[in-house]
């Protein structure tokens, strides 16, 4: 037994021996200072740039080797705002020593201080991150695929935390004059090991010229043994958002998420559990395959109520000063960008609520491939009815096009138009359908370029507004010889049925076919409404069928069979209804006169014996 003691004692001594053997050669001989000048000159000589580094390099021993330094900064190009690109206050890096002999890794600590980073740009397109890519043309040797980072491969990795505090990312462009701020107050890694999971938390502030944004956020973080895929889970994340143009100038916003990504199969997929902002709540999840050329995106959303109009501002003349501004020197969207990404995403929505329309049930599903923007299927039910839609936008070409089918059954045009459009003209329940095609994204172009033609039918409803029976009693009255008639009644005309057909061509909407019955009067004719200037020019013919007075009434047959002439001009949130009296006259006598021809023949043939 004392020979084994004596054993251990001696195994002990020696490697206490090596270690102070270890510290003394790498203070004594092994100085990492002495490398300080080579370092400064190979900056100096690959991006221009001057590396300062003011501190002394320090070793660390216990309880692990590492190494200490400071007060490091990186210069920027000549003659920029910021002189310096890049500064750090401290940085320390303790790894053990022992393990990775056995290609294992032990990170007692990582800590980083004090990252500052300043990003210029400037109207002649220079930029902070010039030069930093060294010298051009150099290429590193390829590996064989079986033999490519071989030399890298970890047994284990283990870190006692990571802590990043204080770092701070500010940016500048000369050409908006603008400067962003962005601070990463503190990142906290906990005891990490591959296969195990460890904690994590964040705290972040942005300074935007128009907004304001604070971030924390905490989770759980997993990197397989094998470093092929990495996991984050409950990753829970809580903003604050403050600016002008904010709903309320301020909002908060909380999800809760949770990641994989897997390295080999170059997928990444995410479920989004829990999410809020302004009193909307919604989840869904996603899955996008990375590895082909052109990224995929298989993605689903449902959201709960949504009340667009709590997200509007309270006064809208700026956005409308803002938008006529544009309107002026408007330019073609980029669509380019449709072209990245191929997309499948499907939504529902409980109900949405915007300028006071009210909409529930919403269903889309959408898909983009090659630059080509398909929704196959848009539907909602509103106002007892039902929305159906279908478009495609491709966006292959500079100047964008378009296709739509779109219909609506069953739905109350009342309510609708009050809400939609503050008009109170049309009653009745109402079938719609309309299909188009047009090219160019700009706004006015939209109305020029748009062809489309659709039929629509309205039953059991009304026109607010105009009382035609009323309006041809008026006229029946003076044309008996009391001009001083004018009728009290409601402004309000009653039909079984209103149908029509029409087309839209270089902002012009034509209805070539409307059609009106109700048990008093029908109603046909034509016209056309300017979708540009909003200006309605219709032309009716009205003929009476029953009494003008109702059931009961005794003047059934007064005006039967006389073309009545009536119009609406105007606009379309202005409407003006009219009726031709010099016409109606015209029409009156020509009846009379047609009468009187009439009598004359019949006491003429009643002279000549019938003949």
């Given at each position: 037994m004392e020979s084994v003691m004596k054993i251990v004692k001696w195994i002990?001594?020696?490697?206490?021996?090596?270690?102070?053997?270890?510290?003394?050669?790498?203070?004594?001989?092994?100085?990492?200072?002495?490398?300080?000048?080579?370092?400064?000159?190979?900056?100096?000589?690959?991006?221009?740039?001057?590396?300062?580094?003011?501190?002394?390099?320090?070793?660390?021993?216990?309880?692990?080797?590492?190494?200490?330094?400071?007060?490091?900064?990186?210069?920027?190009?000549?003659?920029?705002?910021?002189?310096?690109?890049?500064?750090?206050?401290n940085m320390v890096a303790e790894v053990a020593l022992m393990p990775l002999l056995s290609k294992e890794v032990e990170i007692s600590q990582l800590n980083l201080d004090g990252l500052t980073v300043y990003l210029d740009t400037y109207k002649d397109g220079r930029t902070s991150l010039d030069g930093l890519n060294g010298k051009e043309g150099a290429k590193p040797e390829s590996?064989?695929?079986?033999?490519?980072?071989?030399?890298?491969?970890?047994?284990?990795?283990?870190?006692?935390?990571?802590?990043?505090?204080?770092?701070?990312?500010?940016?500048?462009?000369?050409?908006?004059?603008?400067?962003?701020?962005?601070?990463?107050?503190?990142?906290?890694?906990?005891?990490?090991?591959?296969?195990?999971?460890?904690?994590?938390?964040y705290r972040f502030t942005a300074t935007l010229p128009d907004m304001f944004v604070s971030s924390e956020g905490a989770g759980q973080l997993t990197v397989a043994e094998n470093l092929a895929q990495i996991k984050i889970e409950n990753f829970a994340i809580s903003n604050d958002i403050k600016g002008e143009a904010i709903p309320?100038?301020?909002?908060?916003?909380?999800?809760?998420?949770?990641l994989t990504l897997d390295l080999n199969q170059k997928q990444v997929s995410g479920l989004l559990s829990e999410f809020s902002a302004s009193e909307i709540q919604a989840s869904g999840k996603f899955d996008v395959d990375y590895g082909a050329k052109v990224p995929a995106i298989v993605a689903s959303l449902e959201l709960g109520d949504i009340d667009l109009d709590k997200l509007m501002p309270k006064s809208d003349t700026d956005q409308e000063q803002t938008t006529q501004t544009a309107s002026g020197s408007a330019k073609e969207p980029d669509l380019s960008g449709m072209k990245a990404v191929n997309l499948k995403f499907d939504m529902r929505i409980k109900s949405v609520t915007v300028a006071k329309l009210k909409t529930t049930n919403w269903m889309?599903?959408?898909?983009?491939?090659?630059?080509?923007l398909d929704?196959?299927?848009?539907?909602?039910?509103?106002?007892?009815?039902?929305?159906?839609?279908?478009?495609?936008?491709?966006?292959?070409?500079?100047?964008?096009?378009?296709?739509?089918?779109?219909?609506?059954?069953?739905?109350?045009?009342?309510?609708?138009?009050?809400?939609?459009?503050?008009?109170?003209?049309?009653?009745?329940?109402?079938?719609?359908?309309?299909?188009?095609?047009?090219?160019?994204?700009?706004?006015?172009?939209?109305?020029?370029?748009?062809?489309?033609?659709?039929?629509?039918?309205?039953?059991?409803?009304?026109?607010?507004?105009?009382?035609?029976?009323?309006?041809?009693?008026?006229a029946q009255a003076k044309l008996s010889g009391d001009l001083s008639a004018s009728g009290a009644g409601e402004k309000k005309t009653d039909f079984t049925s209103l149908t029509g057909s029409f087309s839209m061509a270089k902002g012009v909407v034509t209805n070539p076919d409307l059609a009106m019955a109700s048990p008093l009067i029908r109603l046909a004719g034509k016209g056309t409404v300017n979708a540009i200037s909003e200006a309605i020019d219709y032309k009716l013919t009205t003929s009476v069928v029953g009494s003008l007075e109702g059931q009961g009434g005794g003047e059934r047959d007064a005006l039967q069979g006389i073309e009545i002439p009536f119009s609406i001009t105007g606009t379309a949130t202005e409407p003006k209804f009219g009726l031709d009296t010099e016409a109606l006259f015209d029409a009156k006598l020509k009846q009379e006169t047609e009468k009187a021809t009439e009598k004359l023949k019949d006491g003429l043939f009643k002279k000549l014996g019938g003949f």
């Open positions: 002990l001594i020696a490697f206490v021996s090596l270690f102070i053997l270890l510290v003394g050669y790498l203070t004594l001989v092994f100085d990492p200072n002495d490398f300080k000048p080579q370092i400064v000159d190979a900056v100096k000589e690959q991006t221009g740039r001057e590396l300062r580094i003011n501190q002394d390099l320090s070793w660390t021993f216990f309880p692990s080797i590492g190494i200490a330094l400071g007060d490091i900064s990186l210069s920027n190009p000549t003659g920029f705002k910021n002189s310096d690109m890049v500064k750090v206050n590996q064989a695929p079986d033999q490519a980072g071989s030399g890298a491969q970890i047994k284990r990795l283990n870190i006692g935390g990571v802590t990043i505090t204080n770092t701070q990312i500010h940016l500048f462009d000369e050409a908006s004059t603008t400067t962003q701020l962005f601070v990463l107050e503190k990142f906290a890694l906990g005891e990490f090991s591959l296969g195990q999971l460890a904690d994590f938390s309320n100038k301020a909002m908060t916003v909380a999800l809760k998420t949770s889309m599903k959408l898909g983009l491939k090659d630059g080509v929704l196959s299927q848009l539907s909602a039910d509103l106002y007892q009815g039902k929305l159906q839609a279908k478009a495609q936008l491709d966006g292959r070409q500079s100047v964008a096009s378009y296709r739509f089918d779109k219909s609506i059954s069953g739905i109350q045009v009342r309510p609708l138009l009050t809400d939609a459009a503050g008009v109170d003209m049309l009653a009745g329940t109402t079938n719609f359908s309309v299909s188009g095609s047009g090219k160019s994204l700009i706004p006015d172009n939209i109305k020029r370029n748009l062809v489309a033609k659709g039929q629509f039918e309205v039953a059991d409803g009304a026109l607010y507004g105009v009382n035609i029976p009323q309006m041809i009693r008026d």
